[in-house]
């Protein structure tokens, strides 16, 4: 999935990502910004953000210019084509193990929506185009179109992608994507707001999901993880969604992660049961394919131009409220709630579903990081067990 956000010092610029490390080091030993709402008191929640990654950053001091590269023939065949005039300058701004980043100009640059001169963010890579960006690409593609269907000024700002594709020499690809400015975490309110007119957008083809199912085009990422997406039936909904969560969410990582007792418990106790907790979502409470970022938390949170942007998403169509699983180590509190249950009310066994949700990403965690996340998956399905068992 889109692997990083990353900035620059100063300004802040968005470096959304395919399968990437950060630029300065996803790797970072830093703590969650918010571990009180992580449940791990003195821990750190296994992600890289904060001051430490920002004092790391400002240590690189990239040149100037870059030499030149095949994606500089790119480039230039690339702003002729789209009538941007020619390539003013490319400047380095960061490169992660496999692919590197720069910010390029041209001389006659496109406006974005604010009528403001586009710059260009251009991630390289000796990967194909398959392996690296055309998820980050088709995911991006997708939060934009469905981001610029609020009102009301309460939208994500999202890069534009403008091409992502192979070399012709056949020896790496690339994207091109609106540059951001990209600054920290402000304004709640307006995030939760953004994220509930996302989560709203329906799903139709010019948002790439014609069929209204839930999955999304191609498998991706969450962190290094390998997440299955594969398209469930059309007009899908409770039903629909369960199989897939069972089988492509908690069933996928259960495999991953190898750990008997958990998957004892899920098989034997819950997952024949899953659909008490959701017996409340039928009729017009129906759940619908929800376009998700999917991997949200603190670290993924900042600002561009004023307005709220996410970044280093794990794209999938599913249930909104799927989207809270790493709220844990995402410090919502009461205004980004106010926010969002403005648009979205809460639905009937929310709180019962919420440890599901979580489970899913405590395991990812564990099959990443290891150490103590199993012991929580273990509490979040332990607590489903419970609460099944009262409705049973």
Not at 197 to 202: G, K, N, P, S, V
């Amino acid at each position: 999935h889109a692997r990083p956000a990353g900035f620059s010092s100063p300004p802040a610029m968005y470096l959304l990502g395919g399968g990437e490390l950060y630029p300065w080091g996803y790797d970072l030993p830093l703590v969650c910004s918010f571990q009180p709402s992580c449940g791990r008191s003195g821990t750190s929640c296994g992600r890289s953000g904060g001051a430490a990654a920002a004092a790391a950053r400002q240590q690189l001091t990239p040149k100037s210019r870059i030499m030149a590269s095949p994606i500089d023939d790119e480039l230039a065949s690339w702003a002729q084509e789209m009538n941007f005039g020619v390539v003013d300058k490319r400047v380095p701004t960061g490169s992660s193990g496999w692919a590197s980043f720069s910010k390029v100009s041209v001389t006659n640059p496109p406006t974005n929506e604010d009528g403001k001169t586009v710059s260009f963010f251009v991630k390289s890579s000796g990967r194909s185009n398959a392996e690296m960006f055309e998820g980050e690409s088709l995911g991006l593609d997708a939060m934009y179109a469905c981001s610029a269907a609020g009102d009301g000024g309460d939208a994500l700002r999202i890069p534009k992608v403008y091409k992502s594709g192979d070399f012709a020499s056949g020896n790496g690809s690339f994207l091109i994507m609106e540059y951001l400015n990209l600054a920290g975490r402000s304004d709640d309110l307006a995030l939760g707001k953004a994220m509930a007119r996302m989560h709203l957008a329906e799903a139709n083809e010019e948002r790439g999901n014609a069929k209204k199912a839930f999955g999304f085009p191609l498998d991706n990422t969450i962190g290094g993880t390998p997440q299955p997406n594969p398209w469930t039936a059309p007009n899908s909904g409770t039903k629909e969604w369960i199989e897939f969560f069972c089988k492509f969410r908690i069933g996928h990582q259960l495999d991953l992660a190898g750990d008997s007792y958990c998957s004892n418990l899920w098989e034997k106790d819950i997952e024949p049961r899953l659909p008490l907790l959701f017996e409340d979502l039928s009729g017009d409470k129906e759940i619908k394919p929800s376009l998700l970022h999917g991997d949200l938390w603190s670290g993924n949170i900042g600002s561009a131009d004023g307005s709220p942007s996410v970044f280093d998403p794990a794209v999938y169509w599913g249930h909104h409220e799927a989207e809270w699983g790493m709220a844990w180590c995402a410090g919502f509190g009461k205004s980004f709630w106010d926010g969002y249950r403005s648009l979205i009310p809460e639905d009937d066994g929310f709180l019962d579903r919420r440890p599901l949700y979580d489970a899913y990403h405590q395991l990812n965690h564990y099959n990443l990081f290891g150490g103590g996340y199993i012991s929580s998956a273990r509490g979040q399905l332990e607590s489903i067990k419970r609460k099944l068992d009262s409705k049973s």
